[in-house]
C-alpha cells in the first residue's frame, strides 16, 4: 500500500456526463500528479499541484480541470466526456513535488460507454 | 517541449539472462531518471532512479546508466527471474513534472 487513496475504483458514465475522481496524498506530502494511462499510451501527465497550487500543466483538455483543497486531497473532474477519455487515471503523490519519488494511488479506471 | 522515447515496446528474454531498456531524452536541463514497474493491474512502483551529477546505480539486479552528454538512460536487469515479468517505464524530469515514456513489455521466458 503506498498510502495513497483514489476513490472511486471504476466508473462507469455515459458520453456527455461529468465525473470527479477524487485522490487523498500520503501523510505528509504536499505535491498531488494527475495521470492518465490509455492502452499502449504509457502514462500522460496532466497536471500537478503543489500545497493548494496549480505548479506544472501537461496535455490536460480544457474539459479536464483539476484543484487541490486546503487538506490536500485532490479531484480532477472530466466534462463532456467522450469514448476516447475511457482510460486508467492515476494519482501520485510526493513529498515536495521536485526531482523525487512518486507514489501512485491504485487508479479510477474511467469508462465511457 | 519535454520528450521521453523508450525502446523497445516489448522485450522477451530467457529466464537467467539479461534485459537491457533504453531511452532517450530531450530535455538538456532534465536532472532526475526515475524508472518505475508496473505489474498487471497495479500501480506503477519505483524500482531505481538517478541523478545527473551521477553515471551508474546498481541495486542487487537492477542498475542503470546515464549519458548526459548523449541523453540516453538505460535500465540493466541481470539474472532475470519471472517475477521480473511487468511493464517498465523510464522517465525524466523537467521543472516541476515528470514525463514518462511509453513503457516496455518484458517478458520472462521459462
Avoid at chain 1, 465525473?19 to 496524498?25: E, G, Q
Avoid at chain 1, 499541484?49 to 485532490?74: M, T
Avoid at chain 2, 531524452?25 to 526515475?34: E, L, Q, R, V
Amino acid at each position: 500500500d503506498s498510502g495513497v487513496t483514489q476513490t472511486p475504483k471504476h466508473l462507469i458514465t455515459a458520453t456527455g456526463q461529468r465525473v470527479t475522481l477524487r485522490c487523498s496524498p500520503r501523510s505528509g506530502d504536499l505535491s498531488v500528479y494527475w495521470y492518465q494511462q490509455s492502452l499502449d499510451q504509457g502514462l500522460q501527465f496532466l497536471i500537478q499541484y503543489y500545497n493548494g497550487e496549480e505548479r506544472a500543466k501537461g496535455n490536460i483538455l480544457e474539459r479536464f480541470s483539476a484543484q487541490q483543497f486546503p487538506d490536500l486531497h485532490s479531484e480532477l473532474n472530466l466534462s463532456s466526456l467522450e469514448l476516447g477519455d475511457s482510460a486508467l487515471y492515476f494519482c501520485a503523490s510526493s513529498a515536495m513535488g521536485q526531482a523525487e519519488k512518486l507514489f501512485f494511488g491504485s487508479g479510477t479506471q474511467l469508462s465511457v460507454l | 517541449g519535454e520528450n521521453v522515447e523508450q525502446h523497445p515496446s516489448t522485450l522477451s528474454v530467457q529466464e537467467g539472462d539479461s534485459a537491457v531498456i533504453k531511452c532517450t531524452y530531450s530535455d538538456s536541463a532534465s536532472n532526475y531518471f526515475p524508472w518505475y514497474k508496473q505489474e498487471l493491474g497495479k500501480r506503477p512502483q519505483l524500482i531505481i532512479d538517478i541523478r545527473s551529477n551521477v553515471g551508474e546505480k546498481k541495486d542487487q539486479r537492477i542498475a542503470v546508466t546515464l549519458n548526459k552528454t548523449a541523453k540516453h538512460f538505460s535500465l540493466h536487469i541481470t539474472e532475470t527471474q519471472p517475477e521480473d515479468s511487468a511493464v517498465y517505464f523510464c522517465a525524466a524530469n523537467r521543472d516541476d513534472k515528470i514525463i514518462f515514456g511509453k513503457g516496455t513489455r518484458l517478458h520472462i521466458l521459462p
